[in-house]
């Protein structure tokens, strides 16, 4: 079976400072890979998707970007972390054409002071 | 580009009584699939339900169904019998059909907590 592993699972960083998490999935293989941030009492807004090794689009200009070093390897990363940077973040993973659903990690809530 | 509507951001039912949840899309395509995800206070992500936008049926497992009306653009979830563990946010979310490179993201709703009174 399939599994998706995020961590770590809470992380606290001050402002400037880098930033690195990392989604893994189990039991499949070239899986489209997404990260998600909810902020507080919000929904889930994409931040970046991929479909397959080094290829990484962009949903909105920001602070933060991401790389796929490996097929079932994802990471979401900042050089110097803003405030608005903190939120929830989720990875999620699918089949290449996501007909049964998104199946997400457990989440890094992320607290920039 | 595709949005999701969910015009009810608060919720609540009695306990083993039925709630219906609001969604509505905004699309010109005609194939693609509808989701309902469960976010409980462990801000897990679980998916509730799906469908198919080319399936008449409407989806069912357990106490969850939908009413999906394609040409309104409507996918409801009905929970039945609700329970205090159905005390969640829940999302709507849509996902294009076509299999190509940038449709293959899920756009979700802003979500609808669900609270449960015993």
């Known amino acids: 079976s399939q599994t998706i592993h995020q961590w770590p699972a809470t992380l606290v960083q001050p402002v400037g400072s880098p930033l690195s998490l990392e989604c893994t999935v189990e039991g499949t293989s070239n899986p489209n890979l997404y990260w998600y941030r909810q902020a507080a009492g919000r929904g889930l807004q994409l931040l970046f998707y991929s479909v397959g090794i080094g290829q990484i689009s962009s949903e909105v200009p920001q602070n933060l970007s991401a790389s796929r070093p490996q097929d079932r390897q994802f990471i979401l990363s900042s050089k110097k972390l803003l405030l608005s940077d903190s939120g929830f973040y989720l990875c999620?993973?699918?089949?290449?054409?996501?007909?049964?659903?998104?199946?997400f990690g457990s989440g890094t809530r992320l607290t920039v002071v | 580009a595709q949005t999701v509507t969910q015009s009810q951001p608060e919720m609540s039912v009695q306990e083993a009584e039925t709630v219906t949840l609001s969604c509505t899309y905004d699309?010109?395509?005609?194939?693609?699939?509808l989701f309902w995800y469960k976010q409980p206070p462990s801000r897990q992500m679980i998916l509730v339900i799906r469908q198919e936008a080319y399936k008449q049926q409407n989806a069912t497992e357990n106490r969850f169904s939908v009413n999906f009306q394609k040409a309104a653009k409507s996918f409801s979830l009905k929970i039945s019998d609700s329970q205090l563990g159905d005390a969640a946010m829940y999302f709507c979310?849509?996902?294009?059909?076509?299999?190509?490179?940038?449709?293959?993201?899920?756009?979700f709703g802003t979500g609808t907590r669900l609270t449960i009174i015993p």
């Open positions: 699309t010109s395509e005609s194939d693609y699939y």
């Open positions: 999620a993973w699918t089949r290449f054409d996501g007909r049964e659903g998104y199946t």
């Open positions: 979310a849509y996902r294009s059909g076509f299999s190509n490179f940038g449709n293959e993201k899920l756009t």
